[in-house]
């Protein structure tokens, strides 16, 4: 039931994820003035704006002047929908301890939830300026590191886990400074975006733990590099072409945090060191 309560909650927020995407590259503010059809002008209507229903009634086209309107918009919502529910049942399953013995632990995990949610909504816009603009704007990568580090900061508190709340700084820190040595050494392959994204996803990886951090990292340069060795096979670039990695930080970032730890035990039991 939680799982369906966060899908509705993250159709919601894939419609206004869909808006940010949109005009923060632009510089236009995101509350003002109401989404209104690019070719017509004409306002959108509160009954045109549900959340992938719309679009289906509509048969995607603007309701005046009969425009398609873009298949991204409904598969953001969904994938914003899908993604909220899978992060609160792995929250559920990992995260949640089995009893609570005081209302701080409950405060804590329900702010540790919030903050991995808000961490899958960033993740979702960013992915789609990147892929549009080939940028990570600071409006959004430089206060998202401030929220992740009060939110995850006062879960750290209120849980008596000062351990998780180190280890995201230390994640943080060190992903920002290992990708700004290869933006330094590699400009071309590197913008300063995907550095300050970088200290974003140290910091959450940190925070769940060493295996997380490491799996997430390297997960980023395994996926963005198979990637773009089947974009060559298949002629789609070469390599010169300018492919932006911010999308597979994320990718190796969500599976890092699900995922890391099992892969990570995994490997230290294969090579005998478990």
Known sequence: MTAILAG???????????VVAHRVPLRLSIVSPPSACPQCRSRIRGYDNIPVVSWLLLGGKCRDCRTPISARYPLVEASTAALFGLVVLWFSATRVPSGF?????VTATTLALVAFLYFG??????TLIDIDTHTLPNRIVLPSLVVGTVLLGAAAVLGSDSSAFIRAVI?????FLFYLILALVSPRGMGFGDVKLAAVIGLYLGFLG??????????????GGLFGLLLMVFRRATRKSSIPFGPWMLVGAWIGAIFGNSIARGYLSAVGLA
């Open 210 to 223: 060493w295996g997380e951090l490491v799996v997430g990292a390297f997960g980023a340069f395994f996926i």
């Open 8 to 18: 509705s909650l993250g159709l919601l927020i894939g419609s206004f994820l869909n």
């Open 101 to 105: 013995s005081r209302p701080s632990e």
């Open 121 to 126: 909504s960033i993740s979702v816009v960013l």
């Open 171 to 175: 994640g943080s820190v060190s992903l």
